[in-house]
T-cell receptor
Framework: NAGVTQTPKFRVLKTGQSMTLLCAQDMNHEYMYWYRQDPGMGLRLIHYSVGEGTTAKGEVPDGYNVSRLKKQNFLLGLESAAPSQTSVYFC???????????????FGPGTRLTVT | KNEVEQSPQNLTAQEGEFITINCSYSVGISALHWLQQHPGGGIVSLFMLSSGKKKHGRLIATINIQEKHSSLHITASHPRDSAVYICAVRYSGGGADGLTFGKGTHLIIQP
């Protein structure tokens, strides 16, 4: 199993450009998450999904959109990139049972995004 | 906003030492996670616990629900244990979005 993969690993954008980050998991997990990690701060949840076709906002959703058209994929979009979105982005997935999300989260390797 | 506090922020120790990293939180939780972030950036889940104690190899995690405190211990530490250790909690009543993360403890084990 590949686990959780992220594409791309690195990206440099100019202010105002758009891009999509792809997260894929092969563990048949229902729950998927997008986090950002900034220096001196803990991981912060951007958006999450509890199943195919469903998405919800996390702690810091502004400036991002997401889609979960297939169970194994979770896409994070930046419509108009800003320097404040320079960060490392992590995708994660987890199993759930009866809607109970409390299982370990499996993380992707991260995407380092710089917006100039 | 409910906080997760970790201590120490930075820890440097000699190979073989017993290591303790602490995590405290402010209100009731349903679960606590310990994660390890390698120098290359990858994040791995070490433990998830809601009570008592768990052990995996040289790693031990404990939680005291009444005191709202958890500890991660590393016995016979080794340079390969050098990493950032992150505590995260799911507050009671929190849904799938409910993990709150600490800022991490940066551990360096010197040979």
């Amino acid at each position: 199993n590949a686990g959780v993969t992220q594409t791309p690993k690195f990206r440099v954008l100019k202010t105002g450009q758009s891009m999509t980050l792809l997260c894929a998991q092969d563990m048949n997990h229902e729950y998927m998450y997008w986090y950002r990690q900034d220096p001196g701060m803990g991981l912060r949840l951007i958006h999450y999904s509890v199943g195919e076709g469903t998405t919800a906002k996390g702690e810091v959703p502004d400036g991002y959109n997401v889609s979960r058209l297939k169970k194994q994929n979770f896409l994070l979009g930046l419509e108009s990139a800003a320097p404040s979105q320079t960060s490392v982005y992590f995708c994660a997935s987890s199993y759930s049972w009866a809607g109970f999300p409390e299982y370990e989260q499996y993380f992707g390797p991260g995407t380092r995004l710089t917006v100039t | 906003k409910n906080e997760v506090e970790q201590s120490p922020q930075n820890l440097t120790a000699q190979e073989g030492e017993f290591i303790t990293i602490n995590c405290s939180y402010s209100v009731g939780i349903s679960a606590l996670h310990w994660l390890q972030q390698h120098p290359g950036g990858g994040i791995v889940s070490l433990f998830m616990l809601s009570s008592g104690k768990k052990k995996h190899g040289r790693l031990i995690a404990t939680i005291n629900i009444q005191e709202k405190h958890s500890s991660l211990h590393i016995t016979a530490s080794h340079p390969r244990d050098s990493a950032v250790y992150i505590c995260a909690v799911r507050y009671s009543g929190g849904g799938a979005d409910g993990l709150t993360f600490g800022k991490g403890t940066h551990l360096i084990i010197q040979p």
